[in-house]
């Protein structure tokens, strides 16, 4: 079985700064994805990155960025620029080659002050 | 395109009850997982449908059950409720392009409390 690990439970960070937020897996497959999503407030979900486990390359999306180390079984996401519309809770998902079942870590609550 | 909907959003039952949820993916999407969010226990994937057939099943009771009738639209019931049930249950819909790794939408959820 997968497990999903987001080591930083809350974080907050000024606005127009960069912040990483670090998510660990454990798996023992070769094939896989993963992701982060955003949750506002209000509560929808929504995808912010997605990576697919045989690119190396980097999955980047504007602002957002991640850094995945498949060796140290690594995904941490960078936010540069953070605007307040940042603020929500942020999971670090997995997911196999079975499906979409995704297996989600515990989750970041991110705090952007201006 | 209009996005994946949760009927009902609010939903209180008491012990014992069973309750439905019903989920309408996103058009021309043909893949609908579910997932329970508590405070305590994170989010916990249910089920995924696809084709109205069962692709994968999570760690729950066989009190949860779920299908997905032909034209996508799925329904999740839970029987016998019990208080840790009360939970927000999320539905998420998938293009399925590929066999795995999609990007899932989610759904605004539905609030089930349980009295």
């Known amino acids: 079985a997968q497990t999903v690990t987001q080591s930083q439970p809350e974080m907050s960070v000024q606005e127009a700064e960069t912040v990483t937020l670090s998510c660990t897996y454990d798996t023992s497959e070769n094939n896989y994805y993963l992701f982060w999503y955003k949750q506002p407030p209000s509560r929808q979900m929504i995808l912010v990155i997605r990576q697919e486990a045989y690119k190396q390359q980097n999955a980047t999306e504007n602002r957002f960025s991640v850094n995945f180390q498949k060796a140290a079984k690594s995904f941490s996401l960078k936010i540069s620029d953070s605007q307040l519309g940042d603020t929500a809770m942020y999971f670090c998902?997995?997911?196999?080659?079975?499906?979409?079942?995704?297996?989600f870590g515990g989750g970041t609550r991110l705090m952007v002050k201006p | 395109k209009a996005g994946v909907t949760q009927t009902p959003r609010y939903l209180i039952k008491t012990r014992g009850q069973q309750v439905t949820l019903s989920c309408s993916p996103i058009?021309?999407?043909?893949?609908v997982s579910w997932y329970q969010q508590t405070p305590g226990q994170g989010l916990q994937f249910l089920f995924e449908?696809?084709?109205?057939?069962?692709?994968n099943k999570g760690n729950f009771p066989g009190r949860f059950s779920g299908r997905q009738f032909s034209n996508s639209r799925s329904e999740m019931n839970v029987s016998t409720l019990e208080l840790g049930d009360s939970a927000l249950y999320l539905c998420?819909?998938?293009?399925?392009?590929?066999?795995?790794?999609?990007?899932?939408?989610f759904g605004p959820g539905t609030r089930l409390t349980v009295l």
């Open positions: 998420a819909s998938s293009l399925a392009s590929r066999t795995s790794g999609n990007e899932q939408f």
């Open positions: 058009s021309g999407h043909r893949s």
């Open positions: 998902a997995f997911s196999n080659n079975a499906g979409n079942m995704l297996t």
């Open positions: 449908y696809f084709s109205e057939t069962q692709r």
